[in-house]
């Protein structure tokens, strides 16, 4: 497709009814991510144990280093994409529409399993507490522990078809919470053991009898990554958080390093060391942290810890399932998935389809495991790691094209002095060290340490592939029947706008929600015989776009079902003429085409007549009218940039 892209021009002001305020500070984004992640200790290490027994804090160790550098990729994520999206906006502008619809499976994946296991772990720690809960009593052939977790993922779904959203401030209160009891935890056990006890632990993992083969290697850094669940959760941040991006995601993002590297490590080589008996058992090991907290802290930390993980992980399975159907929704919106999922019930307004789907997968994958964690962890890999490797690549493929066109990100168009820009829907530009070598080259190791880790799994791990290879297969088909079927209307659909650095465009042609000759630019702007690079700009000026929300995926165009028309037909049209053509989008704001035309500078520009005026201050050199079947359009010839 020809909408290809890897930075996004300045958008318009949008979302102005969302106050400053209620943008997300580094402190929020900490907690968001960290209430991610910081519930991945409570089944990881157990899950690990089965895999390379005592050197599973090993491992987290390791893997903790490539963490630190998918970290700096993330930060960047951030605030080249304002409109957020993650995996699934990155791949798409960086590679192509169809790498953005299979980022968009790997993350549904991680998001099935992140359901399913975190509400099933939120049980198995609360029967520390009520052991009536425990997998010892079955009934109709599942332990009571299944089916009290499918009874919290039906009453998840009932409470998002109500209209429960995403809260950061609670996700702050979650993340204070286990990052308190981590610590406590850390703290008795180190007022329990001298630093000679601590190295000879340390040098145990490594006499225990599990050599560090290749092999072994490979399987415990590519299981590890289960660790770090949850970083690609501040891709989805980034519309609702504060500007300067670079500067609030980096943050959040250095203490979510700091925060998991001070716990995950550590509690995973002391959960696995000194209760090895019980990281052995099928079911204890699904309660390690609280077991590990009561060995020197008491039935009092070990009942803090039990309560306070079972309400974190069904709060992680809840957030889980927000993801999900907002990746649905979408997928719907590009067009790769039914309409019917962005239908929403005449009584709550909630997408009621896109739920129920959300949270019938998950009750499916923890019937057909049976409710077995471990299994559930071997799966988790395909998605994660998937999702991973997909955003690295394409970081690297457009710091490549920048380095190729010797520019760093794209900057903002000049701000018009009657309207200026809203630095909220702006990419940034980059700093100094995102456009070094030393980065650059950084960034490759990183993307060739996490494919590797990847590949290792579809290999170790098959019921992941099985799983995960079969999920995607079967989205990607719909998304290819979807995508067939728009082109049978006379449209491709553009998943992503924006212009990337080195794209000279000779031809500007204005699309509008105003206008009634649509037909006419588009026609003039792709019959010429010279096929020159084409940007299609839509204006909107009415509508106000939704306000940002948590995991919502915000490209705007996606929401105006009339732009998506105008630009899936343009598009479809370029590619059968051959014309490389890029789109941008813009809503309530009459001075953007000049904007959007100041930063082309194009040659020529095709327009309507009753919106010529937009351009009155390009000073056009030479101006003629074209009579085309669909109707007459203006040429605003410019010979010399001004």
Not at 22 to 40: E, K, M, Y
Not at 68 to 77: P, R
Not at 154 to 162: D, K, M
Not at 592 to 611: F, G, K, N, S
Request: charged share 15%; aromatic share 10%; with cysteine.
């Amino acid at each position: 497709m020809h909408q290809k892209a890897t930075v996004q021009a300045s958008a318009s002001p949008a979302h102005t009814d969302r106050k400053p305020d209620q943008r997300l500070g580094p402190l929020l984004c900490w907690a968001v991510v960290f209430a991610d992640i910081g519930t991945s200790i409570y089944y990881v290490p157990g899950i690990l144990y089965q895999n390379v027994g005592p050197l599973a804090g090993f491992f987290v160790f390791l893997t903790m280093v490539v963490f630190i550098l998918l970290t700096l990729k993330y930060v960047e994520v951030t605030y080249r994409f304002p409109q957020g999206g993650g995996v699934v906006t990155v791949s798409a502008k960086a590679l192509n529409h169809w790498f953005g619809a299979l980022g968009g499976m790997f993350i549904l994946v991680d998001y099935f399993l992140t359901a399913a296991i975190s509400a099933l772990s939120g049980i198995l720690y609360l029967s520390v507490v009520v052991p009536a809960l425990g997998p010892q009593t079955t009934m109709l052939g599942l332990s009571v522990t299944v089916w009290v977790t499918l009874l919290i993922l039906v009453l998840l779904g009932i409470l998002n078809w109500v209209g429960v959203s995403a809260s950061a401030k609670v996700s702050l209160v979650g993340a204070a919470v286990a990052f308190v009891s981590d610590v406590a935890i850390l703290v008795t056990v180190f007022a329990h053991i001298s630093p000679a006890q601590f190295f000879a632990l340390l040098s145990k993992m490594f006499t225990s009898g599990h050599a560090l083969s290749p092999a072994m290697v490979l399987v415990g850094f590519s299981g590890s990554f289960l660790a770090f669940s949850g970083l690609e959760s501040i891709s989805q941040l980034s519309p609702v958080m504060k500007v300067p991006r670079r500067k609030v995601s980096g943050i959040a993002l250095f203490l979510v390093v700091l925060t998991v590297g001070l716990t995950s490590p550590l509690l995973t080589l002391f959960a696995t060391l000194l209760l090895p008996r019980e990281a052995a058992d099928p079911v204890l090991s699904s309660q390690l942290i609280s077991l590990l907290g009561g060995k020197w802290g008491g039935a009092i930390l070990q009942t803090e810890v039990a309560v306070s993980a079972s309400a974190l992980l069904v709060f992680a399975s809840n957030t889980a399932i927000i993801g999900t159907y907002h990746v649905f929704l979408a997928l719907s919106r590009m067009q790769f998935f039914p309409k019917f999922l962005l239908q929403r019930n005449r009584l709550r307004g909630t997408p009621h389809f896109a739920i129920a789907l959300a949270v019938l997968i998950p009750i499916l994958v923890l019937l057909i495991v049976h409710g077995d964690i471990n299994l559930l962890g071997d799966m988790y890999a395909f998605g994660l790691l998937g999702a991973f490797t997909l955003t690295s690549l394409s970081i690297d493929v457009m710091r490549y094209r920048q380095r190729k066109a010797g520019t760093g990100s794209q900057p903002a168009a000049p701000p018009d002095e009657e309207a200026p820009e809203d630095p909220n829907e702006q990419p940034e530009p980059e700093g100094a060290w995102a456009r070094s070598t030393i980065n650059f080259i950084l960034g490759m190791i990183t993307t060739l340490l996490v494919l590797i880790a990847w590949l290792t799994n579809l290999v170790a791990k098959p019921h992941a592939t099985a799983f995960g290879g079969t999920v995607a297969a079967i989205g990607l088909l719909l998304a290819y029947s979807s995508y067939r079927y728009h082109r049978k209307q006379g449209r491709a659909p553009v998943i992503a706008s924006g212009i990337e650095p080195g794209f000279s465009a000779t031809t500007l042609a204005l699309l509008s929600a105003e206008s009634t000759h649509n037909d006419a630019v588009i026609s003039a702007a792709l019959g010429g015989p010279e096929r020159k690079a084409v940007v299609f700009l839509y204006t909107n000026p009415f509508p106000m776009g939704p306000p940002p929300e948590l995991y919502r995926f915000d490209e705007p165009h996606l929401h105006d079902e009339q732009a998506c028309f105008w630009l899936g037909k343009a598009n479809h049209l370029a590619q059968k003429a051959q014309v490389p053509c890029r789109f941008l989008y813009r809503r309530q704001d009459v001075h953007a085409p000049y904007r959007v035309w100041r930063m082309l500078r194009p040659h020529d520009t095709i327009v309507a007549p009753e919106l010529v005026a937009a351009f009155r201050k390009a000073h056009a050199d030479q101006t003629y009218e074209e009579v085309t079947t669909s109707g007459i359009v203006i040429h605003l010839i410019k010979e010399k940039a001004a």
